[in-house]
């Protein structure tokens, strides 16, 4: 088991930033893959980036240039650092693991509570 608390979202204007934070605990944080989903409500649940043990990334096209995962194996987190956000990106936030793969919803075994997200216009 793989448990995962996501923290650092909130509430902010347009073209602001936040840093999104998870950390793992449970079992070994380098062998899994990690994402970041996010669902706007009445929406469905989506990808918006992903990395693999080694750092290699996945963004979504509606975020590309404006965020960036990140992680530290060692302190067993990943991060989502947000930059021009946009209302649009208003959402809540999901952390997830997985073993699987990196690109879809269903490959995830584990996930966070979720934080949210609101960004006023």
């Known amino acids: 088991q793989v448990q995962l608390v996501e923290s650092g979202g909130g509430l902010v204007q347009a073209g602001g930033s936040l840093r999104l934070s998870c950390v793992a605990s449970?079992?070994?944080?380098?062998?899994?893959?990690m994402g970041w989903f996010r669902q706007p409500p009445g929406k469905e649940r989506e990808l918006v980036a992903a990395i693999t043990w080694s750092g290699g990334t996945y963004y979504a096209d509606s975020v590309k240039g404006r965020f960036t995962i990140s992680r530290d194996n060692a302190k067993n987190t990943v991060y989502l650092q947000m930059n021009s956000l946009k209302p649009e990106d208003t959402a809540v936030y999901y952390c997830?693991?997985?073993?699987?793969?990196?690109?879809?919803?269903?490959?995830?075994?584990?996930w966070g509570q979720g934080t949210q997200v609101t960004v006023s216009s």
């Open positions: 449970g079992r070994t944080f380098r062998n899994y893959y």
């Open positions: 997830a693991a997985s073993t699987k793969g990196l690109r879809y919803r269903n490959d995830y075994e584990y």
